[in-house]
């Protein structure tokens, strides 16, 4: 007669503990992850390991060798939840792999079905040793299935996209998505290190520093559904060819934890990282509160506090050259400025008089032909807009002329401007600026990359 077995004493404290707390379970559950550990424990405690060859046996080993049909020939949920674990694009190894299929199997109530089917295959069972197995044992594997029933009935909710780091840790990274529209450059250097893309500098002043999503030190997991786990050099490149021109929607991986403190499983990569880039540091946070106090909140958006100055004229060319003549004709006029909160949104610039909230200019990025401002006037920047751009016969253009609180939010607001149009923005070094819109990929080293795409015309 077996004695008793400490591990199901151990599951059925940890089931019992995910049904005290919220349901449904969610991967925020502080008792998920030692539940999953122990239930490995469970399905590995026993395997006979093949005396020759290098191939060491796992649970996932006997799951995929599970009937593909019932007794009618039909397709099974359980033989479809095995095979989506085996296609699986972000585990690479067996152990991924059974980690993988156990949160589907949660997520679908399906656990039970599996060991009821393993119960049924005496072949199968072979795989356990009958003495110091819970599976291969018939006097455990009575109340460990009955446990699993119980967990069948419970519900969860787990992130089955978070699941690149199941090949090394039970512990998932915090994730986030970062969408942004198409641009010329979002800013983000790339080093691939062991099939993985970490960000290691997120350019001053570009896209991905404004939109204040990614940090030095995440990872890319995906791009727009794309996923670049075991990623080779310039994967990255390759995939937004394929999306250009279209928004783009990336899937990070935080190098930070829930904690605050550092993803465990990124501690190796990080280590390898700095031994190779030794200027590399992990980012903690954003540009810091003080550098936007002359800016507002409004529907959770962060607008810009500026003064409209006026416009004028400037004829049918529309050209960053005429901003040098469209400026000063501006000030000449010595109209009195009005307080604006101006928002570079998605698709367009929107412009609202501060006091009234009344809506003063609202153009699409395709009427913008140009944006900039003039070396000797810091603070002014312009931009010129098509009048009657249906009628290209008779299109003139205006220059609207804006005065900004300092030189770096000058130039951050033409940042932006130019970034979301199909050329770029006017600046002091504007030879740097040519280089940095070229709309490719260019690789450091083979290893290092910066990521670059196009815009809508």
Sequence with gaps: MSGKEPLLGTLKACILAIKEGSSPCTDTSPHLAPFCEILEMILRKGMKQPVLGFKRRDYWHWLEQLPQQDTC?????????????????????????????????????????????????????????????????????????????????????????????????????????????????????????????????????????????????????????????????????????????????????????????MYKPLLPYLKVLREKVPSFQLQQEHRPKEEKEERCLQGGRLLYNLRYLGQANVGKYGGKEVLDEGIPTVLEQHLCPREVLFDVKETEVFIQEKTSSKVLFQYPYPEISCVGRRLDSNNLFAFCIAVSPGIPEHSTFDCLVFESNSENECEEIIKRIGLKRSYPAVTENETKTKTSYDGKVNMQNSKETRIYSDTYR
């Design 73 to 261: 020939s039909r397709v099974t949920p359980l033989s479809i939840t095995i095979e989506k674990a085996s296609s699986c694009e972000k585990v690479l190894t067996a152990q991924g792999q059974g980690r993988y299929f156990l949160r589907l199997a949660l997520n679908q109530k399906l656990l039970a079905t599996a060991i009821q089917q393993l119960a049924r295959n005496p072949k199968l069972l072979e795989c356990y040793d009958p003495l110091i197995s819970v599976l291969g044992n018939e006097d455990f594997m009575e109340p460990f299935l009955s446990l699993m029933l119980v967990v069948s009935e419970m519900n969860f909710s787990l992130d089955l996209q978070n699941s690149s780091f199941l090949d090394e840790s039970w512990l998932l990274p915090v994730c986030m998505t970062y969408e942004t529209v198409p641009c010329r450059e979002l800013g983000m250097v790339l080093r691939y290190l062991d099939g993985r893309i970490f960000v290691i500098e997120v350019l001053p002043e570009s896209q991905a520093e404004v939109d204040e999503v990614v940090l030095a030190g995440d990872v890319i997991d995906e791009i727009s559904g794309f996923s670049l786990r075991n990623a080779r050099n310039g994967q990255a490149g390759t995939v937004l060819q394929k999306l250009k021109g279209k928004p783009l929607s990336f899937r990070m991986i935080r190098w930070k934890w829930h904690d605050g403190g």
